[in-house]
């Protein structure tokens, strides 16, 4: 048994100061510290002691990207994020080319197994999002649209063992039909994104099996008092919802309503790409040629879309632990702040995606 003591911890009724956190394989308990038994003892410093983050929307980070189909990049990606507090996580591909798509989804299938061995050296892979191909250029952000897909939920049902997440434009042709095959027939959860899906037609896909909302306010049709949009259809049903919690990709002076119209159903995401935990210059991003950021924050981005890979995106830099503190800074005391993020960052992420951890 080992105990850290000296530490702040989160649970989901908030935080417990001047106790000790048991554990062993698992958590084992909080007790005082003058009980504590164990074999070993770490001082947290007066750090906090949080559940293992879960990010279900990642690309990349430390120079590699999922897309790039490389079994070296994926376990660096894993060794990297574990050290910002992941422990389990969904490489999550761009819109790239379909066979490009099968190659990163193999390395995935191949590498899914041995995270889950004790030796690994990285954050457990839980499986893949595949955000995209199927959605409408209208709104393809940073996605390339050369490689954009009608719905087709044969092609994808082939990968039914290790995608868990799907992001699409349920109003592009068949995609209604796409949300009905893909449900019955797998496990997938099938998110809208990269969308410009109308109110009335986000409620038709959720009505059709939709569960979840990519990267909430970002790529969609955003909330107007006359027309809600995909938003509005998020705040107002029982989906899921992302949020890219850097306060740059949405204001943070949403948080607090986000939470309240949420509440457990909101996951903290970081959309990370290749340029995370990069020192500021320039990369590579999937088929643009490149990207550059500077930027000594926490969570960093280009600094003006001009610099960036395209004229309308900027790079995703954030971490899981920065999007933690960023949403425990930024939002008010009144909506407890703590507790729900380690919600968001733990339960919220395995309950939507469906997949067992050890929180
Ligand atoms: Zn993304």
């Given at each position: 048994?080992?105990?850290?003591?000296?530490?702040?911890?989160?649970?989901?009724?908030?935080?417990?100061?001047?106790?000790?956190l048991l554990f062993d394989e698992r958590f084992q308990g909080i007790v005082s510290t003058d009980e504590v038994d164990a074999d070993e003892i770490i001082d947290a410093q007066g750090r906090y002691i949080a559940p293992g983050l879960v990010d279900v929307h990642i690309h990349g980070y430390l120079g590699e990207d999922t897309s790039d189909g490389s079994e070296e990049g994926i376990r660096t990606i894993a060794r990297g994020i574990l050290a910002n507090g992941v422990t389990s996580f969904l490489p999550t591909t761009m819109t790239v080319d379909w066979r490009e798509l099968e190659a990163a989804f193999d390395v995935v299938r191949r590498l899914m197994p041995q995270s889950r061995n004790e030796g690994f050296d990285?954050?457990?892979?839980?499986?893949?999002?595949?955000?995209?191909p199927f959605i409408d250029p209208q709104r393809k952000g940073a996605q390339s649209a050369d490689h954009i897909l009608p719905p087709q939920a044969d092609l994808l049902l082939a990968h039914r063992d290790i995608v868990r997440i799907v992001t699409m434009a349920p109003e592009m042709p068949g995609g209604l039909d796409f949300i009905k095959q893909v449900t019955a027939?797998?496990?997938?959860?099938?998110?809208?994104?990269?969308?410009?899906?109308?109110y009335e037609q986000a409620l038709?896909?959720?009505?059709?099996?939709?569960?979840?909302i990519t990267h909430l306010f970002n790529a969609m049709t955003g909330l107007n008092h006359r027309k809600p949009g995909i938003v509005g259809a998020a705040l107002t049903t029982d989906v899921y919802a992302e949020l890219i919690a850097d306060a740059f990709h949405v204001h943070s002076g949403l948080f607090h309503l986000l939470h309240v119209a949420k509440g457990d159903r909101l996951v903290l995401v970081t959309d990370c790409t290749r340029a995370g935990g990069l020192p500021d210059g320039s990369t590579r991003w999937a088929a643009s040629p490149s990207l550059?950021?500077?930027?000594?924050?926490?969570?960093?981005?280009?600094?003006?879309?001009a610099a960036c890979c395209t004229s309308t995106t900027r790079c995703a830099t954030c971490t899981s632990w920065a999007a933690f503190r960023c949403w425990t800074q930024c939002t008010p005391p009144r909506s407890a702040?703590?507790?729900?993020?380690?919600?968001?960052?733990?339960?919220?992420?395995?309950?939507?995606?469906?997949?067992?951890?050890?929180?």
């Open positions: 048994m080992k105990a850290i003591v000296n530490g702040i911890i989160l649970t989901e009724q908030g935080e417990i100061s001047g106790k000790a990285g954050a457990e892979i839980i499986g893949c999002h595949a955000e995209g027939d797998s496990d997938i959860v099938v998110s809208i994104g990269h969308s410009s899906a109308t038709e896909a959720i009505k059709a099996g939709a569960s979840h550059s950021r500077a930027s000594k924050a926490a969570c960093r981005m280009a600094p003006s879309p702040p703590h507790a729900p993020s380690a919600r968001m960052t733990a339960r919220a992420p395995s309950a939507m995606a469906r997949t067992p951890t050890s929180y």
